[in-house]
């Protein structure tokens, strides 16, 4: 396949996400009559699942102890919905998609005891959801509310299924039925990136406040709620409110380790290499998802050290086969790693099959970037626009469609998108503000 990457969200909540791609699950277990609540999904990085006393703290003990109960009960349904999730769980906090596989068997075990069960068919959606599979996910979050209409959980793996899916109007408004039915922090957090996707940061913001004071005693859904704070501080300019927000969040949850990426594009906003790369040298050590490893590579990219930038994008390259290789869809990834960093033919084809799949502003993104990047332009105008037709404040897709338009000789809107990338990357990513800078200059010396 070539390398890959970027997470299927790749703005401020991405990461990415991202991915391999991973997304949450949530399901509060602790008996098979426990109802379940909603969790945010978010790749690369998202809020922990709520899976009983101790489980987000370890969960690596805590799934042995549900097999050996489900040795001992093996007609347990519910609990075998359970370890889907603790299974994607575990894939989220290690990075290691073998777990989707093994999520997968524990699944067919649950659906085969309770074929018509409502908390089976939202475990099914939380892991299709994990693997991009979104018509999937929302197929079965669907059916889970057949089965029970009251549920909050099911509502909320249907919005994150329509989110990726482009379909935003029903995706906000499933979010707003499981924040009707069960409000609390993930909830919110659902409906603060609604807000975001729309552009409206300060609305994004005070949900994502929201969702932090909701967090309660939960150190891991308050990391959770300050890292994306810092994200949103970061791309309105507030280097300094971001940096408190992460250094807040590493103060609820040292493991939290989205927050040291976070950490380290501040540090590379100011100026300070040497402890940017040492955050991301243990964020890639410690959870080596894609998304990392190609923003730790393109850093490289941006301070001329190309053969550092290769071995961190064959990792991600790597890392990406072993997520499809189980069952991850990475379509979208791989169409933004190729046109920026490998095979423009293959950039095209990857995009093209996931517009095909899913018309959301992430795949009119990369189908636009890899038609800009293949010489059709004119094609790609249209894309891009429909890319930032939300408003989302999102350094790349803006990137890309100024670039598209300085290509066709609109320099006026080129100038305007360019420069307003920039402002919201403020120095985080030196490879494409190099990339921004040198088509600005140009713009400038044209007649």
Known sequence: MGRLLRPALYGT??????????????????????????????????????????????????????????????????????????????????????????????????????????????????????????????????????????????????????????????????????????????????????????????????????????AGTSAAYFAFAAYHLGELARIQGDIDGASRFYAAALEADKSFIPAYAGRARVAVARGKLPAAEKDYAEVVRRLPLPEYLVEFGELYLGTDRPDLAEAQLSVASATAELNRANGVKVDLETAIFEADHGDPAAALAAAQTEWDYRQSIFSADALAWALHVNGRDREALRYARLATRLGTQDARMIFHRGAIEAALGMDAPARTHLRAARAIDSGVAPWREGLTRDLLRSLEKSP
Do not use: C
């Open 13 to 214: 909540l991405a990461l990415a996400l991202a991915i391999a791609l991973t997304v949450v699950a949530s399901l509060t277990i602790g008996s098979a009559g426990n109802s379940p609540t909603p969790d945010r999904v978010v790749n690369g990085g998202g809020a922990p699942s709520d899976l009983g006393p101790g489980a987000i703290a370890d969960p690596t003990a805590y799934i042995p102890t549900l097999q050996n109960r489900l040795r001992r009960t093996p007609l347990d349904h519910r609990g075998w919905s359970t370890l889907v999730l603790a299974y994607v769980e575990q894939a989220r906090i290690t990075a290691d998609p073998t777990y989707y596989t093994k999520a997968d068997k524990a699944l067919e075990r649950a659906a085969r005891l309770a074929p018509d069960d409502a908390v089976m068919f939202t475990a099914q959606a939380a892991l299709e959801n994990a693997r991009h599979e979104f018509r999937a996910a929302l197929s079965a979050s669907d059916r889970a509310l057949a089965a029970n209409r009251f549920s909050a959980a099911a509502n909320a793996y249907r919005a994150d299924a329509l989110t990726e899916l482009g379909r935003y109007p029903e995706a906000l408004r499933a979010a707003r039925r499981a924040d009707n039915l069960t409000p609390g922090p993930s909830t919110f957090a659902r409906l603060s990136y609604a807000a975001e996707l729309r552009g409206d940061l300060e609305e994004a913001t005070r949900l994502m406040r929201l969702s932090r004071d909701a």
